[in-house]
T-cell receptor, first 113, second 112 residues
Framework: DAKTTQPPSMDCAEGRAANLPCNHS???????VYWYRQIHSQGPQYIIHGLKNNETNEMASLIITEDRKSSTLILPHATLRDTAVYYC??????????????FGKGTKLSVIP | EAGVTQSPTHLIKTRGQQATLRCSPISGHTSVYWYQQALGLGLQFLLWYDEGEERNRGNFPPRFSGRQFPNYSSELNVNALELEDSALYLC???????????FGPGTRLLVL
């Protein structure tokens, strides 16, 4: 799986948009970009994933650059409950190979009142 | 729809003992993954089961083993426990190997 690079920490004011960047410059054509978050040693929570196009769901939006070498997770109106470690993961989606997730250190997002 | 469930939530063992952790995937999911998260470390992939077969394992010694049952639930066994096995053990399931993985709440194992 391709490696990802994320800033170790970020702060965001409550009610503002949180924009979390991720670099994945060696991503392959058959790999998705996934985002998970982990709140205080609970099980990781799935947020969103995408291949090429931008994606939006009830939790967040995912913006993937045209060359697919980087992406940004956007939490439109951050709340205190969004304080967590956010993981950007590149994972195979088809073909022979292994489908486990490879977690890096993630970004610790702190939402400030 | 019920999520991934794991039992027990906490487990305390002593060095040299064996631990058995259990995971029930989301209904309809056939792939089960196990991950270890030791204190201060990231999540490390342990084992992957799909359709009852072990498909891949991470860089862990053979005393970490498991199986997947016909109903797709799974069991992780850790033999000859060592202090450094103390960790949060997470199970995830997916509808099939290429689909999104959803995680359970984890089992916290403490080895004394």
């Amino acid at each position: 799986d391709a490696k990802t690079t994320q800033p170790p920490s970020m702060d965001c004011a409550e009610g503002r948009a949180a924009n979390l960047p991720c670099n994945h410059s060696t991503i392959s054509g058959n790999e998705y970009v996934y985002w998970y978050r982990q709140i205080h040693s609970q099980g990781p929570q799935y947020i969103i994933h995408g291949l090429k196009n931008n994606e939006t769901n009830e939790m967040a939006s995912l913006i993937i650059t045209e060359d697919r070498k980087s992406s940004t997770l956007i939490l439109p109106h951050a709340t205190l409950r969004d304080t967590a470690v956010y993981y950007c993961i590149v994972r195979l989606y088809s073909g022979a190979g292994s489908y486990q997730l490879t977690f890096g250190k993630g970004t610790k997002l702190s939402v400030i009142p | 729809e019920a999520g991934v469930t794991q039992s027990p939530t906490h487990l305390i063992k002593t060095r040299g003992q064996q631990a058995t952790l259990r995971c029930s995937p989301i209904s309809g999911h056939t792939s089960v993954y196990w991950y270890q998260q030791a204190l201060g470390l990231g999540l490390q992939f342990l084992l992957w089961y799909d359709e009852g077969e072990e498909r891949n394992r991470g860089n862990f010694p053979p005393r970490f083993s498991g199986r997947q049952f016909p109903n797709y639930s799974s069991e992780l066994n850790v033999n000859a426990l060592e202090l450094e096995d103390s960790a949060l053990y997470l199970c995830a399931s997916s509808r099939d190997r290429s689909e999104t993985q959803y995680f359970g709440p984890g089992t916290r194992l403490l080895v004394l």
